[in-house]
């Protein structure tokens, strides 16, 4: 259960007390989230090697049509919203949840592959 809370906070998967992001604002609202290299805590190296984080994609690419499949089948079913409308929410929710996911993947494909070893 740690782990859920650890993904969900976006704390370091071994101290769960420093953040992995950096704090954004309103102007880096288009930005793509800085994360950081090590924690400020225990000093975890959150990227392993180079294209440590091209998996996360994948992870990325399953929250997106979990997101969407959730908004096609309450504006189809739900509110019954023609088609066209259906997929103009489907894009604003990309748009708009596209910084959550790139956080959330991270974090979720850091969680996978966490070894206690390298914990201190």
Request: aromatic content about 12%; proline content about 3%.
């Amino acid at each position: 259960m740690s782990g859920l809370n650890t993904i969900l906070s976006g704390t370091c998967p071994c101290c769960q007390k420093s953040k992995v992001f950096e704090k954004s604002t309103i102007a880096t609202l288009f930005q793509i989230p800085k994360m950081r290299d090590n924690c400020n805590n225990c000093g975890y190296k959150f990227t392993k090697e180079p294209g440590f984080f091209f998996g996360a994609m994948y992870v990325s690419y399953g929250l997106i049509v979990a997101q969407m499949l959730t908004v096609a089948v309450v504006s189809k079913f739900i509110l019954d919203l023609e088609n066209l409308p259906t997929v103009f929410a489907m894009g604003i929710t990309a748009l708009l949840f596209s910084k959550i996911n790139f956080k959330l993947s991270r974090l979720i494909w850091m969680q996978l592959f966490l070894k206690k070893a390298e914990c201190n």
